[in-house]
């Protein structure tokens, strides 16, 4: 009992040290939109415009939101969310937005955006995995699909939302003049040709990596009942008949 109280204690407490990385900010971040300027025409390093506050408060509040998607999810559709899989999601939006966006780790830090798209191409796998174990236990739906093409249906979902992710971030980049698939430097030069497509083609790359990787491991965990996933596997919630 006090085992589980920890754990619900620790995965509050993250919780709220990560929604206070995103609120604590939105006022100075709206105070540089006002004050910094719109261009960059000299190309200065360190210098950032209006549209990089704006891409910061942007990404912030999605990650507001963001936060309460799973609760919300989880009293809606009536099922368990595993803490260890809720604390990665939460760690991985506190280094995408915090400290990607905010902290400007995707400039400081070499390969941070890899290392991220790599790590929630994995966890997107498993969120497919989930899916398909849900659909299994349903009783209104009579299938069960081999353990290849559960592994295939976690890969596709997980390169599926890579895409779209990646369509979000064009569609944006176009509209409010935003530079989140790195089209250009931090000083604002804008990158050409091949250069230019890098970001956007690595980010698809190592997503579809990070799917495979836990789609392999996913079919052995089914294929020879080793039991990996049965910890991170979102389930139904039990109910009370009492």
């Known amino acids: 009992m006090k085992t589980k109280r920890k754990k619900l204690d620790v995965k509050r407490i993250i919780t709220k040290f990560v929604f206070a990385s995103f609120v604590i900010p ?12 719109t261009t ?8 950032k415009v209006k549209t990089d506050y704006v891409l910061m408060l942007i990404q912030c509040i999605l990650g507001i ?12 559709a009536r099922i368990v969310i595993p803490s260890s899989m809720y604390v990665v999601y939460v760690i991985f939006l506190y280094a995408a937005i915090f400290l ?7 400039y400081k830090i070499p390969h941070w955006d890899t290392i991220l ?3 929630s191409g994995a966890g997107i796998g498993a969120l497919g995995f989930s899916v398909v174990s849900l659909l299994n236990k349903e009783k209104k739906l009579d299938f069960n699909l081999s353990p290849f093409f559960v592994a295939l249906f976690s890969f596709c979902f997980a390169v599926t939302i890579g895409v779209f992710w990646e369509i979000y971030e064009f569609s944006f980049d176009g509209i409010l003049g935003l530079n989140m698939q790195k089209f250009a430097l931090e000083n604002g030069s804008r990158l050409l040709g091949r250069a230019a497509l890098m ?31 049965d910890k991170i596997l979102i389930t139904e919630k039990k109910v009370n008949n009492d």
Request: hydrophobic residues 50%; positive net charge.
């Open 100 to 106: 990607g966006e905010v902290r400007v780790f995707y």
């Open 40 to 47: 960059n025409p000299e190309h200065i390093a360190n210098i």
């Open 117 to 119: 798209h790599t790590f």
């Open 65 to 76: 939101v963001a936060l309460f998607i799973p609760s919300m999810i989880s009293k809606k």
């Open 199 to 229: 970001d956007t083609m690595k980010d698809l790359i190592v997503d579809s990596l990070g799917a495979f990787i836990m789609s392999v491991l996913g079919y052995i965990s089914i294929k020879f009942k080793k039991g990996w996933l």
């Open 26 to 37: 939105l006022g100075f971040i709206i105070y540089k939109i006002v004050v910094s300027p």
